[in-house]
């Protein structure tokens, strides 16, 4: 006899840790994100590179779509500081929902302590999508957890 199985008890409190988890990297990466607003320069700058990351999965039986393609974008920023001073970095979020075209002007929120400390300012590209997506998945993960305990209890 298995001590573990997938229907077991202990597997919702697990996914209900996992949720909970999830959920303090949300609230963790907005805190930072508002910190940032605050504290640091917004400025405009211009998209100079994309670096595009092709991941092809070949399901050899899957008979309706045997190839599972996904494609994810990172940006490569350059702006001008206050000083003058010319930065390029790319940006820490990466995404496959970006529509900035190489060229294109966006909001850019830099550390005047280490300019090359920057992070594009918002859209899909920034923090607020990361932080949207852990609250997403952690929730309903959350809930589960929390059923099982109501369930325990009544």
């Not at 994810?72 to 075209?101: C, D, H, I, M």
Request: with cysteine.
């Amino acid at each position: 006899m298995y001590w573990f199985h997938f229907s077991s008890d202990l597997l919702m409190p697990l996914f209900s840790l996992l949720g909970l988890l999830l959920i303090y990297f949300g609230f963790r990466t907005i805190r930072r994100h508002r910190y940032r607003k605050r504290h640091w320069i917004r400025t405009k700058g211009q998209i100079v590179d994309a670096h595009i990351e092709v991941d092809v999965d070949v399901v050899p039986f899957d008979r309706d779509d045997p190839v599972d393609t996904s494609y994810t974008r990172q940006l490569k920023v350059r702006f001008y500081t206050t000083s003058g001073q010319a930065v390029e970095f790319w940006n820490p979020y990466s995404t496959n929902l970006s529509f900035n075209r190489v060229g294109s002007k966006i909001n850019v929120l830099y550390n005047p302590a280490n300019p090359r400390d920057a992070r594009i300012a918002g859209g899909v590209n920034g923090a607020g999508c990361l932080a949207f997506s852990l609250f997403l998945i952690g929730i309903p993960f959350a809930l589960s957890g929390a059923f099982v305990i109501l369930k325990f209890f009544f």
